[in-house]
């Protein structure tokens, strides 16, 4: 797989439920960044987590890191309508304002 | 909260046009970025620059591409000969050093 996949690639629950999306990705990192792209809207960053972290919270999202396995999770709880997005993960080389490389996305879409 | 900002919303042009695209990154942020995305597929790296030079860029942004920071605000992206595979949302993004990149609304180009 590429820099930054995410795993499924859509995912549709009801609200009030869980969501976790997965993101794998091959070269070493700096940071990997989550981030929610509504519809044809720009990306809204979520959460920055650093190499040398394991978990970080955010309100109802919580991201798991584990450089040993290069991968990267993202939950979402008590999932709500208005979380219907899309979600990427992106890598940070080397933590020095260079680019992000993202991965294709989830689709994730909550059921009222 | 301050925002990057992007205009115009939705550019259309014409095969061999020149567009110039403009953003706004959030005025303490030193580090700024164009991305691009196709529609239906990845968010794409161009280029990133800092202290008034490109620091980054990647084999999509040749020599039809080129960034300027024409004065303390603005950040253009420039396309010489627009072809139809220019055709995407061009992103700007802007970050303070280390940290996570803010993401504008975006340009709609479309090329015919």
């Known amino acids: 797989s590429q820099q930054g996949e995410e795993d499924p690639q859509a995912l549709s629950i009801q609200e009030g439920e869980n969501a976790t999306m997965n993101c794998s990705y091959k070269t070493s990192i700096n940071n ?27 309100g109802r999202l919580r991201v798991t890191l584990d450089t040993s396995k290069k991968s990267s999770s993202l939950l979402i709880t008590a999932s709500r309508a208005a979380d219907t997005a ?18 294709g996305g989830t689709r994730l879409m909550v059921k009222p | 909260e301050p925002e990057v900002t992007q205009t115009p919303s939705h550019q259309v042009t014409q095969m ?6 403009r953003c706004v990154p959030i005025s303490n942020h ?25 620091s980054e860029k990647s084999e999509i942004f040749d020599d039809q591409f080129s960034v300027e920071r024409p004065d303390g605000s ?38 015919t």
């Not at chain 1, 960044?33 to 044809?40: A, E, H, I, K």
């Not at chain 1, 899309?86 to 991965?103: E, I, K, Q, V, W």
């Not at chain 2, 061999?16 to 695209?21: C, D, S």
Request: charged share 20%.
């Open chain 1, 32 to 58: 990997l960044q989550w981030y929610r792209q509504n519809s044809g809207r720009g990306l809204v960053h979520l959460i920055l987590i650093r190499s040398n972290e394991r978990e970080k919270h955010s």
């Open chain 1, 86 to 103: 899309s979600y990427f993960c992106a890598t940070d080389p080397n933590n020095a304002g260079n680019m992000l490389t993202f991965g």
């Open chain 2, 16 to 21: 061999g046009q020149e567009v110039i695209l």
């Open chain 2, 30 to 54: 030193l580090y700024f970025y164009w991305y691009r995305q196709i529609l239906g597929q990845k968010v794409e790296f161009l280029v990133s620059f800092y202290n008034n030079e490109i």
């Open chain 2, 74 to 111: 603005n950040f253009t992206l420039k396309i010489r000969s627009t072809k139809l595979e220019d055709s995407a949302m061009y992103f700007c993004a802007s970050s303070a050093p280390g940290r996570e990149q803010y993401f504008g609304p975006g340009t709609r180009l479309t090329v």
